[in-house]
Structure formats: C-alpha cells, structure tokens
C-alpha cells in the first residue's frame, strides 16, 4: 500500500471506530461538509444524503435507534484516495454484511456508498 493509501485506511479505520462508539460528533468530524452518503435501504437503490447536516441527521438517527450495533472490518484494501471495506453489522439478535466504498478528501471521508448482502 502506497502512503496516500495507508493515509485513507487510517481515516476509514477511525470513522469506523467512531461509528463503533456511536460518536455522532466524531464520525462528523472525519466527514467533509460537502458528503454524500448513500444507504443500503430502501432497495433497490438506496437513499441518498448529501451535505454534512443531511448525513449527520441520519446518524442521529441510525446510531441512536441501535445503541448495541456494531460494525466489524473483515478486510480493508485502500488505494490512493479510495478504500473498499468489507465488513458484518451486527445489533444483537442479528447481522449482515456488506460492502462500503469511501473516498477520502483532505484527511476526512468525502463520500460513503455502502451495499448490503440480501
């Protein structure tokens, strides 16, 4: 891995980490104003928020409804400013696993597209 690529793993690791704490503050600190993200639901395309107050909206809400959730890396290939994870969410009596391809700007996620197995 080249070093722009050990740069955007280390984002993606600690946006994950936060996500893992349920640290809306702290994954919207490693998220650029202009984000996008886009959701696995609803199927077939998911939804799309761009802009950090629509995504941070919808961590409010995700992270919140599902205190006991948490995602699990199961690999991580990043190169230049991009970084595919593969990875298992699990909320208790439950999980799936999915894919997020992010992009990182600047030291800060630019862009989350996130599939789910299913």
Known sequence: MDEIGRQT????RRFNDAMNAHDVDGVMALMTD????ENTQAAPDG?????????RRFWE???????????????????ADRC???WRYDWGDGHVRGVD?????????SEKLSYVKG
């Not at 202009?34 to 993200?37: E, G, Q, T």
């Not at 391809?101 to 996620?109: F, M, T, Y």
């Open 61 to 79: 809400e995700f992270l919140g409804a599902s205190p006991q959730a948490r995602f699990a890396e199961e690999d991580l290939i990043a190169c």
């Open 34 to 37: 202009d984000c996008v993200f």
């Open 9 to 12: 793993a280390d984002v993606v």
């Open 47 to 55: 939804t799309r928020y761009e802009g950090a107050a629509a995504v």
């Open 101 to 109: 391809i992010l992009r990182v700007r600047e030291g800060k996620v």
């Open 84 to 86: 595919v994870v593969l």
